[in-house]
């Protein structure tokens, strides 16, 4: 049985950027940009070469390594590249990542995140979150669950919980008061 591309089997939804982004290995990096947290990650390329970008899928997530992160022209080629083929995200080592880098993907709309760790690493971790999304949730809700267990105040845990559901806002009402 095939199923339309896109379509997702219940329980198997893909990741989003704006999860990826909140566990390892992406948030030990910088987002530069974050075009829109909702947009799905459907696979991970690691692209070696310019040429490698033409080839990508819609909705994929973009590591860039070797010639094609060899420098701000490059990125501005792999930026120009990943939102001409509709991909999720672009990661690029923070060494090639600078402004004129993040004010790119902005114009364009593309979320860029900056890494310090090895891009083929990171893509390796990637792909197996990508892979099991299912198992990208539990463990964001694992490390969320510890991060809130460790507040000790009111005020702490309020502005955890507000740091994760964003951009939905956690307040605690008692009576007509916030």
Sequence with gaps: MTRPR???????LPVAVGELV????????????????????????VAETIDRLRRISPHSLVVLHADAAAGGWSLAAALHLAWQRNASAVVVAR?????????LAQRL???LVAI???????ALRLAGLVSAPDAARALRQALFAERL??????????????????????ALVVGDAV
Excluded: K
């Design 109 to 111: 709309n593309m979320t």
């Design 116 to 122: 310090d760790e090895q891009p083929v690493e990171v």
């Design 6 to 12: 896109g379509s997702a089997l219940p329980g198997m």
């Design 22 to 45: 909140r566990i390892a290995p992406l948030a030990a990096g910088e987002v530069l940009h974050l075009a829109d947290p909702a947009r799905p990650v459907e696979q991970v390329v």
């Design 95 to 103: 060494s090639v990542a600078g402004p004129s880098g993040a004010a």
């Design 149 to 170: 267990a460790e507040e000790t105040s009111t005020r702490s845990v309020l502005s955890a919980l507000n740091g994760e559901l964003d951009p939905v806002p956690v």
